[in-house]
């Protein structure tokens, strides 16, 4: 069964979170990415509970009503803040100093590499969905001769002040059918578009990548066991971007690739994404 609740931080953040399985079962954190929300992870989580797991899966800074800080200020949604939330996040949850595991697809990938590079000891074992390491996806990004900067060219107009009012005319049409125009069902529009469909949260969720331009973070090598989950459809992230991840690994490393399955993965194959990462963190448990 799953429970919605709110999650608050040392900083005093409220976090609105969906959580399953035993109080005291290993965490497993899930951070989703954008356009979505914690509802990204809603087939994972009876899944994880039924395993033995306690799942977290919040709605992130700027998605939460209660964790959304003033987006004129840019310094609120810096990465170092992102990344600092996912750790107090699971201080609040699961103890501080616990070892658990992290799951991020898309923006919340980058937040998962961002804590497997400053807290590995922390971490039993990290998934990633769709984003590549941040190193290997800017160097596919500054190619000359590839489609990663074709495939990335959303990310300027998200910086442009009428993007967010854009975004959200006529019942949020360039969402519906730009950005999700990938095989992802209308009841996850939906739940998603509950969550930042308001001109607030919209906002809020793009000053990510106003504060983040290029989606650059001084990363480094991970040292955590590592899966990485790519569908070969995806249109935002391509193979170069992709496949160069494993580079950028210096712990157990296995990549995922999912035939036909797009950017969304937890929206489009999210029971053989949950089987995957079942698997993962059994190869590497707490």
Partial sequence: MIETTSITTRPGLVFTTDVA?????????????????????????????????RAVAPDQRGYSADARPDP??????????????AIDIADAVGGAGKRFHLVGHDWGGQVAWGVADKVPERL???????RPHPKSFRRALLKEDGDQKHRSRHHRAFLEPETGPMLLADDARRLRDGLFGQGVPQAALDQHLSVLGTPAAIEATLAWYRANKGLAADIGAIKVPTLYIWGDADATVGPDAARGTAEFVEAAFAMEVLPGIGHFVMDQAPAKATELILAHMGRHPV
């Fill in 21 to 53: 399985g035993p109080a005291g079962g290993t965490l497993v954190l899930l951070l989703h990415g954008f356009p979505e929300s914690r509802h990204s992870w809603r087939a994972a989580l009876p899944a994880l509970a039924a395993a033995g797991y």
């Fill in 72 to 85: 004129a200020n840019l310094a609120n949604y810096a990465f170092e803040r992102l990344v600092d939330d």
């Fill in 124 to 130: 039993a074992s990290l998934t990633v969905l769709s």
